[in-house]
T-cell receptor, first 113, second 108 residues
Framework: DGGITQSPKYLFRKEGQNVTLSCEQNLNHDAMYWYRQDPGQGLRLIYYSQIVNDFQKGDIAEGYSVSREKKESFPLTVTSAQKNPTAFYLC????????????FGPGTRLTVT | AQRVTQPEKLLSVFKGAPVELKCNYSYSGSPELFWYVQYSRQRLQLLLRHISRESIKGFTADLNKGETSFHLKKPFAQEEDSAMYYCALSTGANNLFFGTGTRLTVIP
């Protein structure tokens, strides 16, 4: 099941530790996105990137950081500054100019205790 | 501010019955609306977009700007329609605003 992959599926961390979530795509998509999903809430955009070496904050970027050194990869770091990091994180990608047709990864469930 | 509301968290219908999943939005400009679906053990994927005005898997959705709605409809529900459905709004910027989702269960 290629396309866009996220690893690991489940991740556990102690409070105060930074953690990096992986997102890789082989769809040759220029744009990539990170969303957070909490129970009873829709997907909320954390960061997005339209092109390599460029990224923009989404609605809830505080406590998160990203990098886009390669077209295929868009890792998300959940820092210790994120007050409520336990959530389900979804990565997506799309061709430039077609953000509506986003291809989603399987997600990573992060639990911080 | 942009907002997408899906008032029903859960919706159950019998097989063969009509189904309507509600979606309302708030946006002062010209919106683009979409429905995404997530079947069990599968990834979230685009179902349809209002601009294409097409029927996908028997589902249709009409954008009603007067009522600011984009309800998803199907005349005869099938068991395989059971899934999580998300309504999403694009304002033209590089952002999709998602609703909280409705879990549809089609009872055999």
């Amino acid at each position: 099941d290629g396309g866009i992959t996220q690893s690991p599926k489940y991740l556990f961390r102690k409070e105060g530790q930074n953690v990096t979530l992986s997102c890789e795509q082989n769809l040759n998509h220029d744009a990539m996105y990170w969303y957070r999903q909490d129970p009873g809430q829709g997907l909320r955009l954390i960061y997005y990137s339209q092109i390599v070496n460029d990224f923009q904050k989404g609605d809830i970027a505080e406590g998160y950081s990203v990098s886009r050194e390669k077209k295929e990869s868009f890792p998300l770091t959940v820092t210790s500054a994120q007050k409520n990091p336990t959530a389900f994180y979804l990565c997506a990608s799309s061709i430039a100019g077609a953000l509506y047709e986003q291809y989603f990864g399987p997600g990573t469930r992060l639990t911080v205790t | 501010a942009q907002r997408v509301t899906q008032p029903e968290k859960l919706l159950s219908v019998f097989k063969g019955a009509p189904v309507e999943l509600k979606c309302n939005y708030s946006y002062s400009g010209s919106p683009e609306l979409f429905w995404y679906v997530q079947y069990s053990r599968q990834r979230l994927q685009l179902l349809l977009r209002h601009i294409s005005r097409e029927s996908i898997k028997g589902f249709t959705a009409d954008l009603n700007k007067g009522e600011t709605s984009f309800h998803l409809k199907k005349p005869f529900a099938q068991e395989e329609d059971s899934a999580m459905y998300y309504c999403a709004l694009s304002t033209g910027a590089n952002n999709l605003f998602f609703g909280t989702g409705t879990r549809l269960t089609v009872i055999p």
